[in-house]
């Protein structure tokens, strides 16, 4: 056999052991971001703005917001539900987690690196109440599971579990699958029980377990079958899905399959295979445009975008939307998470946006327009967006039809963004088209400035921007551009302007909540027998159990074991998700490969051994929760993962 057919043989091989090199892609990377990470998001909630919809507090604000409809989650988060609403979490690698009523759950790390091992550790700490669990391995490093106040959880791949609080302890019981938990009284007395499909253990808060009788009629799992059951009525069409599509990481794969009733798969000579929306059929007039129907929030920095549309997550934060004059809006899928593909500007009070897109002219294109004799012509280039009037001031032929010119040159530039590697033949494509003259490309380019939003500053927190919303063209009939009857042109400047937004949304916020705890001050002085709280209490039965933050000894991290031979602590940070040993001052951050880290002053060891080392760096500030050893001291439907009945027992 020749030596390319011995290659042939092997790669034959390799795909009828491992069928899933042909489909998805597994998981994506985030922009800016670290290479295994994922996110999570509110999939399904029932909100009244009557005070007990569930809420979303966030490490390192005073006030909640509520739990709409995909809102983004990360670690630091917690989420609570009163004694009258539910709510499901969905994570983009597939998991599932449903919060029955009253419950507190706290999203610790996602993936944050041990420092002794591989293990990745995603850590979920239930402290009141109860959560359905539909749990997908991101990969063979993660090690998922739920701490409690007495108990860790650790679930194996595809398992659905119920975990729970009560006065007596804490309660689990298996639907498929396998767990694991962890409990015991101190450090020196753990141990730990496996629990199998249609078992439950429940340990006390005298640290003794019990095998149980499973549960089958409980109010929240009825709830919760109810709603597997109708998740491929909601959540599922039969809309044709192209292969292709396999290719990209889960989380795409998981929405071409579970929203194709809302949109469908084309063909296009230009993009390769993209979706449409059918929002086009509600609004005929292209009035249903990318990143105008939600809000804003801001977290760590970055300003995350809310859809209100259910399917909106993922097309929302992976890929980009374009616009065709025959088609209307349509979304080419990516592999790299943001959390917007949007453009910003500002303008004399106004912030404006449009969808970001592989188009050229939003990395740097010359666009003519010929007006008389000379021209007037409108330069899209980073980091300035100038738009020219015909006229001395706006008219009716504000948007008048100008000639098919492109400047060469202009093409020629390299781009200031840096793209994916799955659209730089795209892009090319794309400049290639703009050479020919396509007029595709040149209708999505004439409609530009209609693709601007824009609100005022003071709105940019709105809850709805769609009512906020103005265009271009209606600030500029009323007159409220100012322009340069000379140069007859307007300028928007996007320097910094998503900077801006950023300080602009938060000083929006710190206002807001002063003007709140203004109000709230003013009737707690009118009225002192009622005294105003954001935070349910924890049952004095349940607190008793909590044990202190600096004594958390059950967990199933392996560096809790190693920690406790070298007599020092190991602490989770949710703000930075890592792992720490703030004793010899190393996180997660420092560890280059199992077992090491590097400093300016040498290396060292991180091991059993009882050998130490020293880092340079300094720990990083942010919320903590701990855990040691011995020693005592011591962190709308669905897009992603199970679609069914039938997907719980996958």
Not at 502 to 526: A, C, G, M, W
Not at 554 to 578: C, Q
């Amino acid at each position: 056999m020749t030596r390319k057919g011995i290659w042939l043989f092997i790669l034959l091989s390799l795909v009828l052991a491992f069928p899933s090199l042909l489909v998805s892609s597994g998981n994506y990377k985030i922009l800016n971001g670290p290479k295994d990470f994922y996110f999570g998001h509110i999939s399904l909630v029932e909100i009244k703005n009557d005070g007990k919809d569930p809420q979303v507090w966030r490490e390192g604000k005073t006030t909640p917001e509520i739990a709409d409809l995909n809102v983004p989650l990360g670690p630091g988060d917690t989420i609570r539900t009163s004694d009258a609403r539910r709510c499901e979490i969905q994570f983009d690698n597939g998991t599932i987690v449903r919060l029955d009523l009253d419950t507190e759950l706290k999203i610790e790390t996602i993936m944050a690196q041990a420092l002794s091992s591989w293990n990745k550790m995603s850590n979920l700490v239930l402290s009141r109440g109860g959560i359905y669990l539909m749990y997908k391995k991101y990969n063979s490093r993660e090690v998922f599971q739920v701490i409690t106040m007495n108990a860790a959880i650790k679930l194996t791949h595809k398992t659905v579990a119920m975990v729970s609080l009560n006065d007596n302890g804490m309660d689990i019981q298996v639907k498929y699958g396998r767990a694991y938990v962890l409990f015991g009284p101190d450090a020196g007395h753990l141990q730990d029980v496996e629990v199998k499909k249609l078992e439950r253990v429940t340990v006390y808060k005298d640290h003794q377990f019990a095998r149980l009788a499973y549960l089958q009629d409980t109010d929240f799992e009825a709830w919760n079958k109810s709603i597997n059951e109708s998740f491929n009525e909601l959540h599922e069409g039969k809309n044709f899905l192209p292969k292709p599509i396999l290719r990209y990481p889960e989380a795409v794969v998981n929405f071409a399959l579970k929203y194709s009733m809302y949109g469908e798969w084309l063909w296009h000579d230009l993009y390769g295979y993209v979706w449409r929306p059918y929002m086009d059929q509600y609004y005929p007039w292209n009035l249903w445009m990318p990143y105008v129907y939600g809000r804003w929030t801001e977290i760590n920095g970055e300003l995350f975008w809310i859809p209100r549309e259910r399917w909106g997550w993922v097309p929302s934060h992976l890929g980009y939307w374009v616009w065709d004059k025959n088609k209307g809006w349509l979304w080419i899928p990516g592999s790299v998470f943001a959390p917007s593909y949007a453009g910003f500007y500002y303008y004399y009070g106004y912030y404006a946006w449009h969808p970001w897109t592989p188009w050229p002219w939003d990395l740097y294109l010359l666009y003519i327009h010929y007006f008389g004799d000379w021209p007037r012509y409108w330069n899209f280039y980073l980091p300035y967006v100038s738009l020219v009037f015909p006229g001395a001031y706006p008219s009716a032929g504000y948007w008048d039809k100008p000639l098919q010119t492109i400047s060469i040159n202009q093409l020629k530039k390299s781009p200031k963004v840096h793209l994916p590697k799955e659209l730089e033949r795209l892009r090319h494509e794309i400049l290639n088209a703009l050479k020919r003259g396509d007029t595709r490309i040149l209708a999505s380019l004439e409609a530009m400035p209609r693709m601007l939003v824009l609100v005022r500053d003071k709105d940019l927190n709105a809850r709805g921007i769609q009512e906020r919303v103005v265009r271009l063209e209606q600030l500029a009939k009323r007159g409220e551009i100012p322009f340069s009857p000379r140069q007859n042109r307007l300028l928007l400047t996007s320097q910094n302007a998503y900077e801006g937004a950023v300080r602009t949304f938060i000083r929006n916020n710190i206002v807001s909540e002063l003007r709140e705890y203004v109000v709230s001050s003013y009737k707690q002085r009118s009225e002192p027998t009622r005294p105003i709280s954001y935070q349910r209490s924890i049952p004095e039965s349940i607190k008793s159990l909590l044990p202190a933050p600096a004594l958390r000894f059950r967990d199933w991290n392996p560096d809790i074991r190693v920690a406790r031979d070298l007599g020092v602590s190991i602490t989770y940070s949710s703000r930075n998700n890592e792992v720490r040993c703030p004793q010899l001052n190393i996180s997660s951050r420092d560890v280059s490969w199992p077992g090491r880290w590097s400093s300016s002053h040498g290396e060292g060891r991180f091991a059993s051994s009882g050998s130490s080392g020293h880092s340079s760096s300094g720990s990083s500030s942010g919320g903590s929760s701990s855990s040691s050893g011995s020693s005592g001291a011591h962190h709308s439907g669905a897009s992603t993962g199970h679609s069914s009945r039938g997907a719980e027992k996958n």
